[in-house]
């Protein structure tokens, strides 16, 4: 940044020299000529006015040398000096003569002549022509001396070099001040970021005083929690996943050996064993489907393909996946559905959903092992409205935004038989995220959830 800083003041420096080199110098020798042409052009018309005295032009003459330091002089034909009368040394009036008359060669009334001359280190612009005064032809010259114009530039080039340095110093200081204050909290950002990448998520990343800098800051740390919080929704998902895979393996070998030692000639204990093996198998496939799921939704390859169904009649067929556990384990189901309700979605993603939020319910509700499940069509919004309800503790106000991500579970303790992976919820945010469906929790607590969805009538 500070070089660039640096680069852009040369150039910007660069450019007034060349103005002032070029253009300006350029500018005020063709101001002085053109102001040596007016007074030329004016002592012709003073020249010329038969109403004006020889004693008029003269003073004109005068005039002009103390106002404007322009020379205005008139030689006769033999090349004598006429006006003003005390002007030039002796010896000087032959040369400057002699450079009129080759400039204008015979003389013309109304001729005129342009041209420079140099004495010494002094260059002149010189402005000649033919005049008649009383009857008498005479020379006029008008001349101004340019070449203090070039040491006056000279000047100017010199204090623009030290104007040029000095600004080229405090562009320097300014840029490098900046860029080390911009830097500086980049550079801390960056090392932070270091730390981060490997692995200590105790990092801080501090503000600034520049705003974009600040909010880098802050996005920065929100993604240091959220990467935290990942890593350690990972943890946990590894210690649940080793738990809930080690426990039905356990069991389907415990009973396995079972039927083949014991049991494998008792019809009934043989039957009463391969049930638990059965049901410690579906547990198997029911985590090992929610964590591929996971992995396609979070992956993109799952595509979602609406048709119009039959929402009631696979509603009952979710409900009917659970008919086992209202069997062995006592759990109720009290179903308020709406006959032929149909939808536009896309049906197994819709069962997806279904299955994973009445499988919450039944992890979390309350002692009676009830759970509630209504479909309902909603005339004034055009909506059918799915509700799943349990009789649990409730949702906690501080767990309620993060029951929805990934591999989250509730701090309380649920029941044994379908004990998940924490990805459920999660999956269900997407596949209706996906869907445009508008759904949610209500919670009070003690007295348990309801979590709904709305789904559009076909």
Known sequence: MWRYFTFFALGVIAV???VCYGILGSAVTSQAKRRVRSVGSDMLGTINNPDLTAADVEQKITDYALSDSVDVFIFDMDGNLEMPYIALAEEKIAPVYEAVNKNLGEWAEGKTAEYNSRSGNRTTFNFAACVTLDGTQYKLLVRYPISHIAELVKKMEIYLLIVGLGAFVIAFLI???LANKLSGPLREISGTAQKLAAGNYDVQFNSAQYAEIARLSDTLNYMKDEIEKSEDFRKELLA???HDLKTPLTMIKAYASMIKE?????????????DVII????RLTG???????ASKITAGLEQVNK???NLTELLYGVINKFSYLQETQGYSIMVDVEAELYTLADEEHVYQVIYNLISNAVNYTGEDKTIYVSLKYNAEEQRI????????KGIDEDELAHIWDRYYRSKDSHLRPVKGTGLGLNIVKVILQKHGFNFGVRTKQGEGSTFYVDFPRA
Not at 279 to 282: F, I, L, Q, S, T
Not at 385 to 392: I, K, Q, Y
């Open 16 to 18: 007034i020299a060349l």
């Open 175 to 177: 840029s490098y001040t």
């Open 240 to 242: 649940n996943v080793s």
């Open 262 to 274: 014991i049991s494998g000639n008792d019809p009934e204990k043989r039957d009463k064993h391969l």
């Open 279 to 282: 049901d410690e198998a579906d």
């Open 287 to 293: 985590l090992v489907n929610d964590i591929l799921s």
């Open 307 to 309: 048709k119009v169904f």
């Open 385 to 392: 409205n799915f509700a799943v309800r349990d009789t649990g």
